[in-house]
């Protein structure tokens, strides 16, 4: 790899670090810069070892916030998603996958808007079973099309209103779980290799850094601007993905 790579990998490492810490639509910057350095489908096969190398690291970093009991119900139909995620890989272009994950995200985002003017209304629709289903499916989906489930799980947490630590937690516990799942199906496709694996391990102190800095900024945000920044990314990576 020429220096120009290496820099956008490790901006892209950097940025995937950061979202982990609870930023999760600065990981749309490393979809952005890894798709259009390797290329849409072969960007998910160097991504996805970052993801799990910086699931194993913020795992125990923000495993006394939450707990597994609020995980496990989201399991089965994020599985689901990720089932009608690969069969989507296999047979949609990509501009289409890109522009419904877009959708997604801005629905999410709409609700979340919704919530501070309609708060009894959205919330009680969000604590139904059905709108629970239809969050970790359609996260499972824009987990494997895009690595892009972040900002979908965000909202609906902010939706239901889960303080901003707690959400971090929930959040690990779950991709921790997710992302590993996903690794045999990556393979399967080819789009994982021993040359990408090395790739990746060059961009473990990025990563970490990315991590631990943004923990650090986290715990100094107040939950309000925390939810505002949340939106923002979120409108952010959606209107990118839907329309450009």
Not at 104 to 118: C, F, G, K
Not at 129 to 139: D, H, P, T
Not at 157 to 177: D, H, N, Q, W, Y
Request: charged share 10%; hydrophobic share 60%.
């Amino acid at each position: 790899m020429n220096i120009e790579t290496i820099i956008l990998l490790a901006l892209a490492a950097l940025c995937i670090g950061i979202s982990k810490a609870g930023f999760s639509g600065v990981s749309l910057i490393a979809v952005f810069i890894l798709a259009d350095t390797f290329g849409a489908r072969e960007s998910l096969g160097i991504a996805l070892p970052l993801l799990i190398v910086a699931d194993i690291i913020v795992y125990p970093a923000f495993r006394k916030y939450g707990s597994w009991r609020q995980v496990w119900p989201l399991f089965s139909p994020a599985i689901l998603g990720i089932v009608i995620g690969f069969y989507l890989l296999s047979g949609l272009p990509n501009d289409v996958m890109r522009k419904v994950i877009g959708y997604i995200i801005l629905s999410m985002a709409a609700l979340q808007v919704l919530r501070t003017l309609y708060k009894s209304q959205i919330e009680a629709i969000a604590h139904s079973k059905s709108f629970g289903l239809f969050a970790a499916s359609s996260g499972g989906i824009a987990t494997v099309l895009a690595n892009a489930a972040g900002p979908i799980f965000q909202l609906y947490f902010l939706t239901i209103s889960l303080p901003k630590m707690e959400l971090i937690g929930v959040c690990a516990r779950f991709f921790l779980v997710i992302n590993i799942l996903k690794l045999p199906l990556n393979a399967h496709l080819n789009l994982i290799s021993s040359e990408t694996i090395l790739i990746n391990l060059g961009m473990i102190p990025v990563l970490a850094l990315g991590i631990f800095g943004g923990k650090k900024l986290l715990s100094k945000v107040p939950q309000k601007v925390f939810e505002q920044m949340v939106l923002l990314f979120a409108l952010i990576a959606g209107i990118k993905l839907a329309f450009f």
